[in-house]
């Protein structure tokens, strides 16, 4: 089943314009991954905040993490074409849960910068 | 390039058939992960190995099985395919400390699988 679910579905934006993919989850979590698929291909990690952890910058990428709502958004600023593709949150649980061997991913966002 | 390896890229198989597939893990990880991804879906967890046992499993039938070999590669056996069998199946290693919590994980490219 899927934990988080990612909004909007899909996302169409200029080159230069900022992206923001949003993401909720439903039960607590010891860290909040993102990743990237270019289309039919392998997953790429893009960057992981713990649930101690409100903000994360990594190049372009900025995320936060807010443990009360259980949401979690991803910015990416100045984008280029090359940053079209689906973007994932997946959520790691704690070790005191069933299923903290796991990644639960959402359902994504396919983001299309137009060039 | 994460260096994480899996063959064949792309297979067909009719219902009834029996399917395996291949994960070279990235140099160092000892820990290989399996996602069953269908079209237009997240990735779906099956199961994990650790040191050459199983470690984890997700909500997958036990036709779906799995091993681990010393070297870390690993192997995904799925039986009695069904036309919903049909996904891109993608393996993901890692380095992990026992009884540690789930980080960053390294895809392949994953295999295509099409049930006819």
């Known amino acids: 089943s899927q934990q988080g679910e990612e909004d909007p579905q899909a996302l169409s934006i200029q080159e230069g314009e900022n992206a923001t993919m949003n993401c909720s989850y439903k039960?607590?979590?010891?860290?909040l991954q993102w990743y990237r698929q270019n289309s039919g291909r392998g997953l790429v990690h893009l960057i992981l905040?713990?649930?101690?952890?409100r903000e994360k910058h990594s190049g372009r990428l900025r995320v936060t993490l807010d443990t009360s709502k259980k949401s979690s958004s991803l910015l990416i600023t100045a984008s280029r074409a090359a940053d079209t593709a689906s973007y994932f949150c997946a959520t790691a649980a704690p070790l005191s849960s069933g299923s903290a061997r796991q990644l639960t991913f959402g359902s994504g966002t396919q983001l299309t910068v137009l060039p | 390039e994460t260096g994480v390896t899996q063959s064949p890229t792309h297979l067909i198989k009719t219902r009834g058939q029996q399917v395996t597939l291949r994960c070279s893990s990235q140099?160092?990880?000892?820990?290989v992960s399996w996602y069953q991804q269908a079209l237009g879906q997240g990735p779906q967890f099956i199961f994990q190995y650790y040191r050459e046992e199983e470690n984890g499993r997700g909500n997958f039938p036990p036709r779906f099985s799995g091993l681990q070999f010393p070297n870390y590669s690993s192997e995904l056996n799925v039986n009695a395919l069904e036309l919903d069998d049909s996904a891109l199946y993608l393996c993901?290693?890692?380095?992990?400390?026992?009884?540690?919590?789930?980080?960053?994980?390294?895809f392949g490219e994953g295999s295509r699988l099409t049930v006819l």
């Open positions: 905040i713990r649930s101690n952890e």
């Open positions: 993901a290693s890692s380095l992990a400390r026992q009884g540690g919590n789930t980080g960053e994980l390294f």
């Open positions: 039960t607590s979590i010891n860290n």
């Open positions: 140099s160092g990880h000892n820990t």
